[in-house]
């Protein structure tokens, strides 16, 4: 009734290239990180501080040793109509919470501790925003 087999159900591992978990976690929490920079880049647009400065900074030289020393790609950014810093800064605390997840499962104490910072600095803004 079916035809068998004749085959490994995976292929030979020379068919696609693998990737150890680490290196998927490095992928994932690269991916967090520049997203969380271009929101990061996006605020700094809005109303530019010195901590802002500094995050952006840090945050481009974490996915730049993720990315095995390519700097993310920043385009300079305009502020669009009707942009919103609180809303802003409830997406970059998100996906701060995200890239924290990752760099914790990953053990990268580094990131971990950017992360959570980011984490709190949004908050804070959050609720300023929200008081006023």
Same mark, same amino acid.
């Given at each position: 009734?079916?035809?068998? @087999?004749?085959?490994? +159900?995976?292929?030979?591992?020379?068919?696609?290239?693998?990737?150890?978990?680490?290196?998927? =976690?490095? @992928? #994932?929490?690269?991916?967090?990180?520049?997203? =969380?920079?271009? $929101?990061?880049?996006?605020?700094?647009?809005?109303?530019?501080?010195?901590?802002?400065?500094?995050?952006?900074?840090? =945050?481009?030289? #974490? $996915?730049?040793?993720?990315?095995?020393?390519?700097?993310?790609?920043?385009? +300079? $950014?305009?502020?669009?109509?009707?942009?919103? +810093?609180?809303?802003?800064?409830?997406?970059?605390?998100? =996906?701060?919470?995200?890239?924290?997840?990752?760099?914790?499962?990953?053990?990268?104490?580094?990131?971990? @501790?950017?992360?959570?910072?980011?984490?709190?600095?949004?908050?804070?803004?959050?609720?300023?925003?929200?008081?006023?």
């Amino acid at each position: 009734m079916y035809e068998p @087999i004749r085959t490994g +159900s995976s292929g030979t591992s020379s068919d696609f290239p693998h990737r150890s978990r680490e290196e998927e =976690l490095d @992928i #994932q929490l690269a991916g967090h990180l520049a997203a =969380l920079l271009a $929101v990061t880049d996006e605020l700094r647009s809005l109303a530019p501080s010195a901590d802002l400065d500094t995050a952006a900074e840090q =945050l481009a030289e #974490q $996915v730049a040793r993720l990315r095995a020393g390519h700097a993310p790609v920043r385009a +300079s $950014v305009s502020v669009a109509v009707g942009s919103e +810093s609180s809303a802003l800064h409830d997406r970059a605390h998100a =996906l701060a919470g995200r890239a924290l997840v990752v760099a914790a499962s990953r053990a990268d104490t580094t990131a971990a @501790i950017l992360a959570a910072e980011r984490m709190e600095a949004h908050a804070a803004a959050r609720n300023l925003s929200h008081a006023g």
